[in-house]
């Protein structure tokens, strides 16, 4: 039986370590972030993501053990996020996983990061406990600055991807737009700040596919009508509507999260939803879920420590396929993408659509 394990997930540019036992209670977590090394170039670099991983890591793992009085002698085996995400990053925490694991003679394994952000509403902590009443099966929506996607969780490691998007992610389209209207890096949180104090029916942006019947999501039409606005505006306009633009800019992008989650919901027959991932950070959003509780669905977003990249959610993922035998072998390797046997993919369409 594995009882704790120490995770690690280094898959884009937060460098996570973790202690979390079999149960998802998480006795810490110390996350190093590289936000500071990558807003002068206005995105992740991959080379300065993956050398400030090796910088942090083992530092961090040193202090996690020492701050809550253990050694690796407290500890049964090892997670690690070897997939999907930056393969330079990804392979700083998984060489490093491995090393101990070896040296150790404890097991590792390898997880799905995505999975991790399906798990993370199970986790909990001295602070944080989810509802008794939270089980499978639900609707997750993951959006994060990589991903949004709709997904059907069954049940523990059976996932169904039933929508996504097309194009961009939505955090993306938030930081691309706050980039174009000179908020700076890392976007959402600018904009999401900045939307407070503006009027979010002042200009109108586009809510690509919103009324199609499936659960296809897509922001790149937004991102170039905003485009196509902001370039028109003069120097002043801009500056004088700036909240305006963030708050309809905002409010269309939660517009077409929160009719997609309905939607899923319905075809799923289910009031069981959970949000996941950076997005699920942004206060309309929020505000839009307490709406949704009033009408009798059971909304989770985990606390934002464990939204955001977090090792804590590959702790116990990764625990649970530990505790089933199954773990990793010294040969595996990092991923780019998620293995083809993650999910299920049944991309939903009306049912006289389908082929
Ligand atoms: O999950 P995350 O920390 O990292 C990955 O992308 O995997 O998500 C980061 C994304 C960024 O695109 C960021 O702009 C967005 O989440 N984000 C927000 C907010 N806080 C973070 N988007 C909208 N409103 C926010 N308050
Ligand atoms: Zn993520």
Redesign the pocket.
């Known amino acids: 039986m594995i009882n704790k394990v120490i995770s690690v997930e280094t898959s ?1 540019d937060d460098t996570s370590v973790a202690i979390v036992d079999h149960r998802g209670f998480v006795i810490d977590q110390l996350t190093a972030s590289q936000d500071l090394q990558h807003t002068p170039y206005g995105g992740v670099v991959p080379e300065i993501a993956s050398r400030n991983h090796s910088i942090a890591l083992l530092p961090l793992i040193d202090s996690i053990l020492k701050k809550n009085n253990m050694t690796f002698e407290n500890i049964d085996g090892f997670t690690v996020t070897n997939r999907p995400g930056l393969i330079g990053s990804l392979i700083v925490g998984l060489m490093t996983v491995k090393a101990l694991s070896e040296s150790l003679g404890k097991p590792f394994i390898g997880v799905n990061h995505l999975e991790g952000h399906l798990l993370a509403p199970f986790l909990k902590d001295d602070q944080y406990t989810p509802s008794d009443d939270f089980d499978y099966p639900f609707i997750a929506l993951a959006v ?3 991903h949004s996607s709709l997904y059907w969780v069954k049940a523990f490691s059976d996932y169904t991807i039933i929508g996504t998007t097309k194009d961009d992610a939505a ?2 389209a ?2 691309k737009f706050a980039k174009m209207v000179g908020l700076g890096y ?4 600018l ?2 700040r900045k939307a407070q104090t503006g009027n979010a029916q002042k200009y109108s942006f586009p809510r690509s596919l919103i009324g199609e019947k499936n659960l296809m999501m897509s922001f790149s039409g937004l991102k170039s009508s905003a485009h196509r606005l902001i370039t028109s505006l003069d120097a002043a306009t801009l500056e004088k509507d700036k909240a305006d633009l963030c708050a309809s800019f905002q409010e269309a992008v939660v517009d077409v999260l929160m009719h997609k989650l309905v939607y899923a919901a319905q075809i799923y027959k289910t009031k069981k939803v959970v949000i996941t ?3 699920s ?3 309309r959003l929020r505000q839009r879920c307490e709406d949704l509780k009033l009408q009798g669905y059971q909304v989770v977003i985990p606390p934002l420590r464990y939204c ?2 977090n090792a804590a959610m590959i702790g116990y993922t990764g625990i649970q396929y530990l505790n089933r035998d199954e773990k990793s072998e010294l040969n595996l390797g990092p991923m780019s993408n998620s293995k083809e046997s993650d999910f299920k993919i049944d991309l939903y369409q009306e049912p006289e659509k389908r082929k």
């Not at 890392?186 to 949180?189: E, K, L, Q, T």
């Open positions: 884009c994060s600055g990589g955090g993306e938030f930081d890392p976007g959402g949180v904009v999401d991932g950076g997005v950070a942004n206060s955001t990249d």
